[in-house]
């Protein structure tokens, strides 16, 4: 009888303390139920280096248009999303979405859709006249079957050549190099010259990021567009030559800088260590925050071959089926599809925003070129930042550019391209 008490006791206890922490007396860890406006749990991959800066400048205007919800900051550390999306691919597949997540614009938010794990959002972009804030071709990337999935927050370049003056001038290069073959005889004689390193280089996302750029620099917008379309041709001669220049090239990285991120071969560049490096344009948010000075420290161009091309990408949020802050994350997504919102995240994130009314005075030096290279380049779409490659082609060009780094055998190279390509366009 005794023991029956205590045990009755402690259910009541359990039921109240689930009852306070759905009435918003939880802390971060607890996983509320409802759709409570109370708090709200971002997940992102942005948490440091550049990328973090934007988001919390995001994060305090939300908070001062939000004073009742709390933000739970859900970010997992990582370039490029690479230990967050195997987080978030758990959770979704537990039932346990955080309220909003990052996804890339194309076709790895298509993933998500087709899966079912993701709420349309064609009222919200009635009610906050989306459709007209967000270039045609940007809305075009997030519809499935006519519904709307996604807010778009900014739009970055992928095909960026970051290159340090110092370096350029103590090998005796005037200007950087318009091609790849000039790239590549320029990577020669910064080694010979200067004994330092020609193309920093880091984790191995980071050589996938050089793959696109390569590829691109060779193929042109036009062949590598052609690359995602049903009758792509990876078995092409120009695909072999592409893959022949990037092993070429390759040889001019510095290895050891594969345990490191982005971060750090960045900075090489910044810090007059390195020549060259190829990097999406949040490295500009990162030089910035390191306080580095544009057209001295570091100075950029399209990468080679890429001329009047814009690789792009965009990060955009979703609203995830059975998010547990469902009304929190609604005031969420109405913040990141703001002109406020917008302005405040994308100069510190290294990025042109996505709506087409931002106040263009507040994007100087790198991103003054993006925004006037937006509005003339020919698109190109970014395969490793998700927009022509799904999750899983993406994963198998990842092992194929692991193995590749391992034995350099370039026809091995292609004909695992190839068969990414058969089984990623067969889907
Ligand atoms: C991209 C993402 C960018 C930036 C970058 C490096 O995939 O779209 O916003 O975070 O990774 O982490």
């Excluded at 691919?89 to 076709?107: E, K």
Aim: net charge negative; hydrophobic share 40%; charged share 20%.
């Amino acid at each position: 009888m005794h023991l029956k008490r205590r045990w009755v006791a402690a259910v009541a206890l359990f039921a109240l303390v689930g009852l306070l922490a759905s009435c918003g007396g939880g802390n971060d860890n607890q996983q509320a139920g409802g759709s409570a406006a109370d708090k709200v749990e971002v997940f992102s991959w942005w948490t440091g280096g550049g990328e973090a800066k934007g988001l919390e400048a995001m994060i305090a205007d939300f908070k001062k248009n939000n004073p009742n919800i709390q933000f739970v900051n859900a970010a997992v550390a990582g370039g490029s999303g690479t230990n967050a999306k195997a987080v978030l691919a758990s959770r979704l597949q537990a039932n346990q979405p955080p309220d909003s997540f990052q996804g890339h614009a194309g076709a790895e938010l298509m993933d998500y859709i087709k899966a079912g794990q993701l709420e349309p959002l064609d009222s919200l972009y009635d009610q906050l006249k989306l459709r007209d804030a967000f270039p045609q071709q940007l809305i075009d990337q997030i519809t499935f079957e006519g519904h709307v999935y996604s807010v778009p927050v900014n739009i970055h370049r992928a095909n960026v050549l970051w290159f340090s003056p110092k370096v350029l001038k103590e090998a005796g290069i005037a200007k950087p190099p318009a091609t790849i073959q000039e790239f590549i005889t320029d990577l020669k004689q910064v080694k010979d010259k200067t004994g330092k390193i020609p193309l920093s280089l880091g984790a191995q996302w980071t050589a996938a990021h050089l793959l696109d750029a390569v590829m691109l620099g060779d193929l042109g917008v036009d062949g590598w567009n052609a690359l995602w379309k049903q009758g792509a041709d990876w078995k092409s001669p120009q695909v072999t030559r592409a893959l022949g220049d990037y092993n070429t090239i390759l040889q001019y990285t510095n290895t050891e800088a594969a345990s490191t991120d982005w971060q750090l071969a960045a900075k090489d560049v910044v810090d007059g260590k390195a020549a060259f490096n190829i990097m999406g344009d949040w490295a500009a948010g990162y030089f910035k925050e390191l306080g580095k000075t544009p057209k001295v420290d570091y100075d950029w161009a399209a990468s080679p071959g890429t001329d009047g091309a814009y690789q792009w990408l965009s990060d955009s949020f979703t609203l995830p089926k059975g998010a547990p802050h469902r009304d929190a994350a609604i005031a969420w997504l109405t913040e990141a599809a703001s002109r406020q919102g917008q302005d405040l995240f994308n100069p510190q994130k290294g990025s042109i925003p996505a709506r087409k009314d931002a106040d263009t005075g507040l994007y100087k030096d790198y991103l003054a070129w993006a925004l006037e290279q937006w509005q003339s380049g020919k698109l190109a779409g970014s395969m490793w930042h998700g927009v022509t490659a799904n999750n899983a082609w993406h994963t198998n060009i990842d092992t194929s550019v692991g193995l590749f780094l391992k034995n350099k055998d370039v026809a091995n190279f292609q004909k695992s391209l190839v068969d990414a390509a058969t089984s990623g366009l067969a889907q």
